[in-house]
């Protein structure tokens, strides 16, 4: 009996499901509407819908990949236990400190300060460990015992432990964890040189409180999840998806759930550098539009890319990430005219409930997929392949009351104007993503997935000067697909301020060594062999005196020079230039411990011949009212050429070929939009 992989993305709005065979490689998609107040719920199912829909029982299952937003969303909402921080004496106000960085550089006064712990939660403990690993003042443990009475008098119910310089020397942080577990039994848990044992006391901080406040909703949430699977007679084993794009176990997503904070995007970049090989298209913007964000990321030269920072609403997270830019333009971002007659689109979201007006489950504020309904661009009776019958007089009168009169426009033109804004925001999006890079759009074919995204898809690569947009198989759930090519990985790190010059390799051949064995123990906790696994290390380097790094990759520590040689051309790449007679400084150590899972095969595709639409209808596109020709899209030929308008359907997402553009097939099943004018 052949086995199943099921990947499942868990967004705003939705919850996708990809169901592999993993005998044919035939990979089955699925969608449901996701359950806000209890998402393995709607996990659940989808699992059992799509099972049965394929005619086979759960227990064929024999592993779950899972994507999920609850870590995100609990930061977002701010739906978090209260927490304590116990730190190093003298350092208890580092969190509100931070770094004197401001969003807005010509305001009369600073952005406040994202804070989850407020000070009156803040405890410092006598001790004192230097940058280079030394003791200068030893551990009181009667100051640990009298903060873990403050922090039991407080209710804090979450404890993370940041220590100065504990990167270097984590036994102060190690035995303070000891003595407060033993005082608080029931408490949360989280030390800083478990969860991001790096320089900079701030991120590393941050980092921590962000893990230990997520702890409860993790665990909550996962043993919420094993009962469920249980009770439906699924014995597979589960792997949560991280946000560099690998999985990892419950057990270690528990411990460590900070790792889960990009883990539904990560799927959707994964997914878009698998196609970027299969499409032989190396420089790719993919864009993921669902329900709730619009979430952007680059491949270059046939790779994404990993960051070792990345942002949650304001909060640092020092881990590595999938790049990825995130911003709150969905399907159900809501339109609405302030006082002085804005429009303004999204950053707020209807979500799932109640959604959009026109999903009829009491939504009275208009969205960007009312504005869609509207305009004619998507079929009210063929939304999610006729599962949901939507309401076109409901969508109609929320954007006439909401939108159109406080602007005294028609609904037409006012309905083009939510289109219209929401594109915009996503072209700043990928153009920030871009240009920070150095990178022209002109160079990139845009990647649209995502069940909103292509709707939007030609007119943003118009707005942002590209000409070329590839429409994946299956885009309403192409983040799940991606993460069936998730590997077991295990981000470790050391830092360890060296200048990286032939004295450094002894060090580095230490740091490696220790590394390689932590590696091993966890590969082998996973039950990874030895055939298996991988161990690839990069450096972190920076000119003396830069505030940032830059990573590279090692090959072995007496190679050394070829890594530094790297950083320069890097260097140059990225900031347009390189002071290579200048020795870098190694910051931190990086192994990315990876355990191979078993890759999804080729997706057989029957390459269709010929086709026809299957009816018009009249649709507003490019400021007038058209009639467009409307296709299924596996009735599209690769010897066919659509000229814009048209619209193509499927039963997770409907594109718009605009006015302007062509379209073909690719021989993968893809569909790629060719813009044949300049202005549309």
């Known amino acids: 009996m052949t086995t199943l992989r099921v990947a499942v993305d868990i967004g705003g709005t939705f919850t996708d499901l990809q169901i592999l065979d993993e005998a044919t490689g035939i990979a089955h998609a699925h969608k449901v509407p996701t359950t806000p ?12 819908e799509a099972c049965a829909q394929l005619g086979v029982g759960l227990e064929r299952i024999g592993a779950i990949l899972h994507g999920t937003t609850i870590a ?28 004197h960085l401001r969003r807005k550089v010509y305001a009369n006064r600073a952005e406040p300060r994202a804070l989850l712990v407020p000070r009156s939660r803040r405890f410092g403990v006598v001790e ?49 964890a000891e003595i407060v577990q033993q005082m608080l039994p029931d408490a949360f848990v989280s030390c800083s040189h478990q969860v991001s044992p790096e320089i900079r006391e701030f991120e590393r901080t941050s980092t921590t409180v962000l893990n230990a406040l997520l ?116 399907g159900g971002s809501i339109a609405s005219v302030d006082q002085t007659g804005r429009l303004h689109v999204g950053p707020n979201s209807a979500g799932a409930r109640p959604g959009p007006v026109a999903y009829r489950r009491g939504g009275e504020e208009p969205t960007v997929t009312d504005a869609n309904v509207a305009l004619g661009r998507i079929d009210p009776d063929y939304f999610l392949g006729g599962a949901m019958d939507l309401d076109v007089d409901g969508a109609r009168r929320a954007l006439a009351d ?29 153009r920030l993503s871009l240009f920070e890079k150095g990178l022209d759009p002109k160079d990139f074919a845009l990647i649209s997935f995502g069940g909103a995204g292509g709707l939007h898809a030609c007119d943003t690569a118009a707005e942002i000067g590209t000409g070329r947009v590839v429409f994946p198989r299956d885009p309403g759930t192409l983040s799940a697909w991606g993460m069936l090519f998730g590997d077991v990985v295990h981000d470790l790190a050391r830092s360890r301020l060296v200048v990286a010059d032939a004295s450094a390799v002894p060090a580095l051949e230490a740091v490696v060594a220790e590394l390689r064995d932590e590696a091993t123990a966890l590969l082998g906790r996973d039950g990874i062999a030895e055939t298996d696994r991988a161990y690839p290390v990069t450096l972190d380097l920076r000119y003396p005196g830069q505030a940032y790094e830059i990573g590279v990759t090692l090959a072995e520590p007496s190679a050394l020079a070829e890594a530094v040689a790297a950083f320069h051309d890097a260097h140059e790449r990225q900031y347009a230039h390189a002071e290579r007679h200048v020795v870098p400084e190694i910051v931190t150590v990086r192994m990315a411990a990876t355990g191979r899972l078993t890759r999804p095969g080729t997706r057989p595709f ?23 020709a409307v296709w299924e899209r596996a009735a599209i030929g690769t010897d066919l050429a659509i000229d814009g308008p048209a619209i193509v359907e499927e039963p997770h997402s409907t594109l718009l070929v605009p006015p302007g553009w062509r379209l073909t097939a690719h021989p993968t099943g893809a569909l790629i939009a060719v813009r044949t004018v300049k202005e549309a």
């Open 402 to 430: 909401r939108v159109a009169t406080p602007l005294g426009l028609e609904p037409g033109p006012a309905a083009d104007g939510v289109v219209a804004v929401a594109t915009a925001h996503m072209a700043a999006a990928i």
């Open 128 to 176: 004192r460990v230097r940058a280079d690993g030394s003791v200068e003042t030893a551990l009181d443990e009667a100051s640990v015992r009298a903060a873990a009475e403050k922090v039991r008098d407080s209710g804090a119910t979450a404890v993370a432990i940041a220590f100065l310089h504990a990167y270097a020397n984590p036994d102060h942080e190690r035995r303070a």
């Open 215 to 330: 702890m409860p909703v993790v665990k909550t949430y996962l043993s919420k999840l094993k009962g469920r699977l249980a009770d439906a007679g699924v014995r597979a084993p589960v792997y949560l998806v991280q946000s560099n794009g690998g999985v990892t176990t419950p057990e270690i997503a528990g411990e460590q759930p900070a790792r889960l904070l990009l883990s539904g995007p990560s799927g959707g970049a994964r997914a878009a550098e698998v196609l970027s090989a299969e499409l032989a298209e190396p420089n790719l913007i993919a864009v993921d539009m669902g329900g709730t964000s619009y979430d952007v990321s680059i491949v270059h030269d046939g790779a994404i890319r990993l960051v070792t920072q990345g942002d949650v609403d304001g909060l640092p997270v020092r881990l590595p990430m999938i790049e990825i830019r995130t911003i709150g333009a969905g």
């Open 37 to 48: 107040a209890d998402p393995s719920e709607g996990l659940i199912t989808g699992i059992r």
């Open 606 to 628: 029957d390459v269709a011949s010929g086709g026809q639409p299957k009816g018009r209808r009249t649709i507003r596109v490019a400021g007038a009212e058209r009639d467009a």
């Open 72 to 99: 995100t969303n609990a930061v977002l909402q701010r739906r978090l236990p209260d927490g304590a921080v116990i730190t190093t004496a003298g350092f208890t106000d580092v969190l509100e400190i931070g770094r």
